[in-house]
């Protein structure tokens, strides 16, 4: 990632994200921040922690990470976890672990949840998560080996990126597919369209 931006102007929106997909996905609504500042914090998931416990408590901690230098802005944060049954998926760093989760995801059903947070300029803060369910195809080690030449699965949860090469794996999906990628637009549209002052709104 970038050198962060500074904030441009005292209530603009600060996305706390390292993410390409989640800008991209908050200017597909034209919502465009005034600074995109990534939060460094262990996402490590406690002992026995249910993915959407997790990704509540993930999405808000980096919300408060970027608040806490940032006081008086808006701060919106994000956490995609890929959830097999009570099982939180890693975000694949390599080779080795993105073939383990397509492995365990070939042919099964799987939950796809993104925590949100907000955190409005006095210092309230609101966190929500949504799901999404995801059936892939059974794969053949040719249809994961040629995906991992792809490096499409470098830091997506799972070990896969539904907007790329992976829609094919895709058998069914229900509810949101923006979540899926990053952010649900629905659900952070409304967030923004209550909070945001009234120039900055979606
Ligand atoms: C399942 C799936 C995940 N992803 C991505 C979204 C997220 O960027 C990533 C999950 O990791 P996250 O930890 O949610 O996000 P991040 O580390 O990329 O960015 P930041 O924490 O700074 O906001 O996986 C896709 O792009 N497509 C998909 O189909």
Same mark, same amino acid.
């Given at each position: 990632?970038?050198?962060?931006? &500074?904030?441009?102007? *005292? ?5 706390a ?30 002992? $026995?922690?249910?993915? *959407?416990?997790?990704? +509540? ?17 808006v701060?919106?944060? %994000? ?5 097999? $049954? %009570?099982r939180?998926?890693?975000?694949? +760093?390599d ?13 099964r059903?799987h939950?796809?949840?993104? $925590? ?16 999404s369910?995801?059936? =892939? &195809?059974?794969?053949?080690?040719a +249809? ?14 799972? $070990?896969?990126?539904?907007? @790329?090469?992976?829609?094919? =794996?895709?058998? =069914? ?8 990628? @990053?952010?649900?637009?629905f659900?952070?549209a ?7 002052? +009234?120039?900055? *709104?979606?």
């Amino acid at each position: 990632m970038t050198a962060a931006a &500074k904030p441009s102007e *005292k209530t603009g929106l600060i996305l706390a994200s390292a993410s390409p997909r989640r800008l991209q996905l908050l200017e597909q609504i034209a919502i465009i921040p005034a600074a995109v500042i990534p939060a460094d914090i262990d996402e490590t998931p406690h002992a $026995g922690e249910k993915p *959407k416990i997790y990704a +509540e408590r993930i999405a808000a901690e980096k919300a408060t990470t970027v608040y806490r230098e940032h006081a008086g802005h808006v701060i919106l944060a %994000a956490d995609t976890v890929v959830a097999c $049954g %009570a099982r939180i998926l890693p975000k694949a +760093e390599d080779s080795d672990t993105a073939i383990k989760c397509l492995k365990l995801l070939s042919g099964r059903r799987h939950r796809v949840i993104s $925590g949100i947070s907000l955190v409005l300029p006095c210092g309230k803060q609101y966190v929500k998560s949504v799901a999404s369910v995801v059936a =892939f &195809k059974r794969l053949t080690d040719a +249809e994961i080996s040629g995906y991992i030449a792809s490096g499409e699965w470098d830091g997506k949860a799972g $070990g896969y990126a539904i907007q @790329g090469l992976a829609a094919s =794996f895709v058998r =069914f999906m229900s509810g949101s597919y923006s979540n899926i990628v @990053g952010l649900p637009l629905f659900e952070v549209a409304g967030w923004l369209h209550t909070h945001l002052k +009234e120039t900055d *709104k979606p």
